[in-house]
């Protein structure tokens, strides 16, 4: 029965093996039940799914993941832990402890090996100071994903979800709607972690899109141009395009490609959607192919 997320039983383990937070492994253990089943529900587990779960700390949550999955894989990177989650996880059946980093695991191979290939659910309470690079490099790498419900900081939750010309809209909230239809399920306050963080928390899911809301004819290049677009948020999206090294793009080109958008030139990349992020590189490489003649 899944009983670590009761404060005192948190409490028991940790000093049962005399654990250290580490800093540099950002840990907040979960210690509230009722958050806990929210995710569960948010992330819609059932006995036909197979979850990978990143960063599974004392195995609070994995408990809870273990009792509605058909199987579970739990990456852990801090060695401290594995002993623990050895003993916490130790009556499950359904669950393999991986001791490792995520950004160097080779998931869509686990999901080959475990669930077919088929798409996985993918649940975490992500250290904050990693969140960005692991979920884009989930939906980078190609891996078979029904969702992602994650614990992230409140402030990240927001960017995920947010439309054009907000404050925080931004790269990051481009390329998850690109992936994701996002949704905030739950906000979740510092006391509902052990030890607390100093900001809030919120639970997103992100239920992987069939076929992404808008075509594209090199998905690369329109990430080129939009990070190249926030990298310099208070200039112009032409002047922002023109000092990037990477896109190698002269000014007369980047505005005519804005004009034949039918946008003025003082244009700014916080105000552009995903829509016309995808046809300015539709344009520019249109472009491009002519200019080498091909």
Known sequence: MATLGIPQNTIAVLQKYGFQFQKKYGQNFLIDP?????????AGITKEDYVLEIGPGIGTMTQYLCEHARQVTAVEIDPNLIPILQDTLGEYGNVEILHGDILKVDIPALAQEKNGGRPIKVVAN???????????????????LDSITVMVQKEVADRMQVGPGTKDYGALSLAV?????PEIVANVPPNCFMPRPKVGSAVIRLTRHEQPPVSVEDEELMFALIRASFNQRRKTLANGLSNSPKLSLDKEQIREAIGQLG????????????????????????????????
């Not at 709607?177 to 239809?181: F, G």
């Open 126 to 144: 992500l250290p904050y100071y990693i969140t960005t690079p692991i979920i884009m490099g989930l939906f980078e790498s190609h891996v078979p």
């Open 34 to 42: 009722r958050v806990l089943e929210k995710i569960i529900g948010a």
């Open 177 to 181: 709607q690109y992936y994701a239809k």
């Open 263 to 294: 946008l003025r030139e003082s244009i700014r990349g916080e105000a552009l959607t995903l829509e016309q992020f995808a046809r300015l590189a539709d344009i520019i490489g249109k472009m491009r192919r002519i200019g080498s003649g091909v």
